[in-house]
């Protein structure tokens, strides 16, 4: 079973605050990602991280940010949360191409 | 550009009967194909996966088959129970290439007690 935590699972933030969105993993995994996804519609990748301080922007335009200080470790931040960034983010982890993605729980996240 | 593609939004089955998704994909470069199973408010879990050099892989009730030269794979569960309802996605990634999956949009699957 795979080791992903997300925390937290729900947000509620105001529009402009600023919010880090917590991802580890316990495998060792060199490879990490965020989704987004909203109902109905495709999980959209935003950042993914090839290893420690390696980052990557992903298909999705994002005004987030992530950083990868240690392997285990994959925050995501929003510097000015707007209500266009109200979604479902969710965070993977991978060994190697030929492996399937583990993902955690995810963050709901809503922007009012 | 979708290049994953599941057109049907949702389907329903009779419990016990067979469920079937498909999965359409549009870059000839994929060649490690994945499903996973999703329940609101969770993220996704990981159900079967196949490579290009096979045309099926079992595990259990899930088979999932793959048409390289239609670009297409599926999902069968066999026998359908309610606690397989849920969204499925299928994903690919191109093994010789980035660290990339694409997920297409998801099926809701309902299965009829």
């Known amino acids: 079973e795979a080791d992903i935590y997300q925390t937290p699972r729900y947000l509620v933030i105001g529009t402009g605050k600023k919010i880090t969105l917590e991802c580890s993993q316990t495998?060792?995994?060199?490879?990490m990602y965020w989704y987004q996804q909203d109902p109905g519609m495709e999980l959209h990748l935003i950042h993914y991280s090839y290893g420690v301080n390696s980052t990557e922007k992903g298909d999705l335009s994002s005004e987030s940010t992530v950083s990868r200080i240690r392997t285990e470790h994959f925050p995501l931040t929003l510097e000015s949360a707007r209500p266009s960034h109200t979604s479902q983010y969710l965070c993977a982890s991978t060994r190697n191409k030929n492996s399937p993605l583990h993902f955690g729980n995810g963050t709901r996240l809503t922007v009012t | 550009d979708q290049q994953v593609k599941q057109n049907s939004p949702s389907l329903s089955v009779q419990e016990g009967r067979i469920s079937i998704l498909n999965c359409d994909y549009t870059n000839s470069m994929f060649d490690y194909f994945l499903w996973y199973k999703k329940y609101p408010a969770e993220g996704p879990t990981f159900l079967i996966s196949i490579s290009s050099i096979k045309d099926k892989n079992e595990d259990g009730r899930f088979t999932v088959f793959l048409n390289k030269s239609a670009k297409h794979l599926s999902l069968h569960i066999v026998p359908s129970q309610p606690g397989d309802s849920a969204v499925y996605f299928c994903a690919a990634i191109t093994t010789s290439g980035t660290y990339k999956y694409i997920f297409g949009t998801g099926t809701r699957l309902k299965v009829l007690a």
């Open positions: 495998m060792g995994h060199d490879k």
